[in-house]
């Protein structure tokens, strides 16, 4: 129940009155009020500024240190006030969160300030309120990067026990880190632009010779430009070996972009060695060369920008998809008209549809070669249209591209952000909303175990253990749900049992065969078992179709479950903290088993279990069958099973 | 052009026309109730005045208007009720406790019910009551009155009920109830027959003092 609202209990608990004409059983007791104290005001001294509250007010969260027993550590017995030792500024939204149930984040703390402060009065960050909950989100990662980056900065310090890989692999990764490394990475960068200039001057022409034409300088030095290439290749290679000696994960190494560029760039030189001797496929070998060009993308780990570059690409590639279609679209649908606008004319180089691909880019770009253009008016009409529209169609998509892009991307993270952030908010709502009813369910358990006390007449102690651990607003809040149990003569379970539950209404209900002990008690057929009376152990599970049936069959097992200890066998543990001598003997795992197996044999089993037989809707079989039950346990044994029996 | 420059021309009308209502929503919001004194509503009611200091600061607290809206009190009505939709209680809860019928609860009102509910007479309580279940507050409560009222406390159970709540259980309930409680059979409850019928029944006598110690 959400404490904010903890004024309005009474008010919901007078409104029950109206429940009661239309019920058909009496109602359980509420609790006592035993603290029938005057509220009084309570002095909160922190850090000599003064704060003064209704001890009420404290009391609605009792898990907090102000609101529990805690503060007790910090009275001041001469001024007869709570004495806190901290910032008295934090402190006010704490108190806030007090009276108002809501939980704010100044924006002016720190947030790690802030955080201590919590931590020091026991209330969970969580339960900030949605209106300051991003920014509190966004600036505790904001604090989190920042111990990030402190950390990695450490990182790149040379740990004590690293062996040779690990070092080598850090050399490779971070240059900066020692001088080999350092070394290595700028020859590393040399010999890639050597490479690159090579393969560039190689193809220009380098003057003639006495009879023939221009020749490139790559075939008229051609021992010269293959030591440098065989050079570089050589240097390559030795990189490309040792950093795959040094990952530590090689198999990752080896898929990744980088690694595959180094691959492809040495590649074409070990092809050609091989097939050098071939004339036939000394043309493939020719094309194989273009690949050279690829060593240029090694620069990309000497880099930074070019990384982003690529990165950025790849990131807003849905954009540029976006682009080269429409640019497609625009293209084809020109081309086609300009092929049957110049269909007509003669000689016209419009010969085909494909052909005229090429003048409507060339023309949409603005190019404007004039290899390719139209002769008739209908053509040179859609071939103004066409590069008119060319203007429009290339330059306006660009920016608003770039411009979507930047937008997109910080929607894209703020979007998340915010999906992530729902669905915590959700989770939290639902967590609280599941908590307060499963709070009540486990609350009946142990209120029922309360009356068995009362009924078995422990000692007071132990039933004073029990009652504490609930704090008297609960009590009130749950009298209340109790209250609306016994007017619909229905009772909460949580979700499990619900499913069982509906499991077990899909077999077959079996006419009761044997009279219920309960119904025979029972008089005036009310739904509400009799809990006074601790009869015959029998547990006739048969029940008569009605609703109110099963309900008795529990009070029944409710009765035995109040059975003093005689029970030998396990015991299942119930979170009391009551010693063996006044624990209840419900047992666990069976039970919950019991909902859909077979009937059980009844109560005088060797081990005094059959008492605990499931409301089912099976009738048992007269005593002495012996009738093995199906123990199909559900993983939601020990704990939950008390639910199912001592529920009523 | 010419019709630009209409759709244009038409536009500040409408803006006016907004900001009057926001004007209005601002003088809604400026509403404030405040209660009568404090010995006027002791002398109304049947609370002394240290309850009725209580009960004024729980209710400026969540609201701090002074008057309560039927979506508000739906809320939190809710509240206590995490399993199942309370709404729909909630809002007969909001018309019985509304007695002005002008739509919101003010102090006056919630504190005048209360008095009655946990300081009133059996036939006060019963009373009340009967007002709750007859929801067009013509001194007759019908069946589909009462299968209403009977709905929309099932639905406070929610879904994961033990045994599963069947369609059927609330017309059921009605029938018990109208069985007991409608004497001379002519398918309407008087308010007369009720009174009659509830003192007859102990369960329901023992059950309307149970709240008594709630402040």
Redesign the interface.
């Known amino acids: 129940?959400?404490t904010?609202?903890?004024?309005?209990?009474?008010?919901?608990?007078?409104?029950?009155?109206?429940?009661?004409?239309?019920?058909?059983?009496?109602?359980p007791v509420?609790p006592r009020?035993n603290s029938k104290r005057q509220?009084e005001l309570i002095i909160l001294n922190v850090s000599g500024r003064r704060f003064q509250t209704w001890r009420t007010t404290l009391d609605r969260y009792p898990d907090t240190l102000l609101g529990s027993s805690e503060k007790d550590f910090f009275y001041n017995e001469e001024s007869k006030e709570y004495f806190f030792d901290r910032d008295p500024d934090a402190f006010r939204s704490i108190l806030n969160f007090y009276?108002?149930g809501k939980l704010h984040y100044p924006r002016h703390e720190c947030i790690s300030a802030y955080d201590e402060e919590l931590t020091f009065f026991g209330i969970i960050p969580e339960i900030i309120g949605d209106c300051c909950y991003e920014e509190y989100k966004d600036r505790k990662r904001e604090n989190l990067e920042r111990l990030q980056d402190d950390q990695e900065e450490n990182k790149d310090q040379k740990l004590p026990n690293m062996n040779f890989r690990e070092t080598m692999w850090r050399a490779f990764e971070n240059p900066h880190t020692s001088t080999m490394a350092l070394v290595f990475y700028y020859v590393t960068g040399f010999f890639i632009a050597i490479s690159v200039i090579t393969n560039v001057v190689e193809t220009v022409p380098c003057g003639t010779t006495a009879n023939q034409k221009d020749m490139p300088c790559g075939e008229r030095y051609t021992v010269a430009f293959f030591c440098m290439d065989t050079a570089c290749v050589m240097i390559f290679t030795v990189e490309y070996l040792m950093r795959l000696f040094a990952a530590p994960s090689r198999y990752r190494f080896m898929r990744s972009v980088m690694s595959i560029i180094d691959v492809v760039a040495i590649l074409p030189y070990y092809i050609g060695l091989v097939m050098t001797n071939n004339e036939d496929v000394s043309g493939a070998f020719v094309t194989l060369r273009v690949f050279r060009v690829f060593r240029i993308f090694k620069f990309s780990r000497h880099s930074q920008g070019l990384r982003i570059l690529g990165y950025t690409l790849k990131s807003c590639a849905s954009e540029l998809g976006f682009l080269l279609f429409s640019l497609t679209m625009a293209i084809i649908i020109f081309a086609t008209v300009m092929f049957y606008a110049e269909k007509g004319s003669s000689s016209s180089k419009f010969t085909s549809i494909p052909a005229s691909f090429w003048y409507t880019i060339v023309t949409m770009t603005t190019l404007g070669y004039g290899d390719m253009v139209p002769k008739t008016i209908a053509g040179k009409i859609f071939g103004s249209i066409c590069s008119l529209s060319g203007v429009l169609v290339i330059a306006l998509p660009v920016p608003v591209i770039v411009s979507n892009f930047s937008r997109i991307y910080h929607q894209n993270q703020r979007a998340d952000k915010r999906r992530a952030q729902k669905k915590a908010r959700l989770a939290r709502i639902r967590i609280s909303?599941?908590g307060?009813?499963n709070a009540f369910i486990q609350c009946k358990r142990n209120g029922l175990l309360n009356e068995l006390l009362e009924l078995t007449d422990t000692e007071e102690d132990e039933q004073k253990l029990l009652t504490k651990s609930i704090s008297l607003l609960e009590s009130q809040?749950h009298h209340?749900?109790h209250?609306?149990?016994k007017?619909?003569?229905?009772?909460?379970?949580?979700?499990q049992?619900?499913e069982q539950?509906?499991l077990e209404?899909v077999l077959p209900n079996y006419p009761s065969r044997s009279p219920s002990i309960s119904s025979q008690d029972s008089s005036a057929g009310t739904c509400c078992g009799r809990r006074g009376k601790r009869n015959s152990p029998l547990p006739n599970a048969s029940l008569p179709s009605t609703?109110q049936g099963?309900l008795q069959e529990l009070s029944a097992i409710h009765i035995q479950c109040g059975d003093p200890p005689f029970h030998t066998a396990s015991r299942s543990n119930l979170n009391l903290k009551t010693d063996n001598s006044g624990r209840i003997n419900c047992k666990g795992g069976r039970i919950t088993t019991a909902i859909i197996s077979l009937p059980t044999p009844p109560a005088l089993t060797p081990d005094g279990d059959g008492l605990h037989g499931p409301p089912q809707r099976r009738p048992l079989p007269p005593p002495g069958h012996p009738a093995t039950p199906s123990i199909q346990t559900t993983s939601s044994s020990a704990g939950t099973n008390i639910v199912k029996v001592s529920?009523l | 052009m010419g019709a630009l420059m209409v759709i244009f021309s038409l536009q500040p009308k409408q803006r006016s026309k907004t900001r009057d209502s926001v004007e209005d929503e601002l003088e809604l919001s400026a509403v404030r109730h405040r209660p009568e004194g404090l010995e006027q509503l002791e002398a109304q009611t049947r609370f002394s005045r240290k309850e009725l200091q209580?009960?004024y600061?729980?209710?400026k607290?969540?609201c701090p208007s002074g008057v309560v809206n039927e979506e508000t009190f739906k809320d939190?009505?809710s509240?206590?009720?995490?399993?199942g939709d309370a709404s729909t209680y909630a809002h007969f809860?909001f018309n019985?406790f509304d007695t002005d019928h002008n739509g919101s609860v003010s102090f006056e009102d919630?504190v005048m019910?209360?008095s009655i509910?946990?300081r009133g007479t059996i036939q006060e309580?019963?009373n009340?009551?009967f007002n709750?279940?007859d929801i067009n507050k013509d001194g007759y409560i019908t069946k589909e009155e009462m299968l209403d009222?009977?709905k929309a406390?099932?639905d406070?159970?929610?879904?994961?009920?033990?045994?599963?709540?069947?369609e059927e259980?609330p017309r059921q309930?009605v029938e018990?109830?109208f069985q007991k409680?409608d004497k001379n059979k002519d398918g309407v409850v008087t308010i007369d027959e009720?009174i009659d019928c509830?003192q007859n029944d102990e369960?329901?006598m023992?059950?309307?003092h149970?709240?008594e110690?709630?402040?």
């Open positions: 129940m959400a904010g609202v903890a004024a309005w209990l009474p008010f919901a608990r007078a409104a029950a009155i109206g429940w009661m004409p239309v019920a058909n059983c009496p109602m509420a009020d509220d009276r108002t909303k599941s307060s009813g809040h209340l749900l209250c609306l149990e007017t619909t003569a229905h009772e909460f379970v949580d979700e049992m619900y539950n509906c209404t609703h099963p529920a | 209580i009960l600061r729980g209710f607290n969540e939190i009505y509240q206590f009720f995490p399993q809860l019985a919630f019910g209360l509910l946990l309580k019963l009340w009551a709750l279940y009222i009977m406390i099932y406070m159970m929610g879904k994961c009920t033990y045994p599963v709540l069947k259980t309930h018990v109830f409680m009720f509830c369960n329901i023992r059950s309307m149970l709240f110690n709630v402040l």
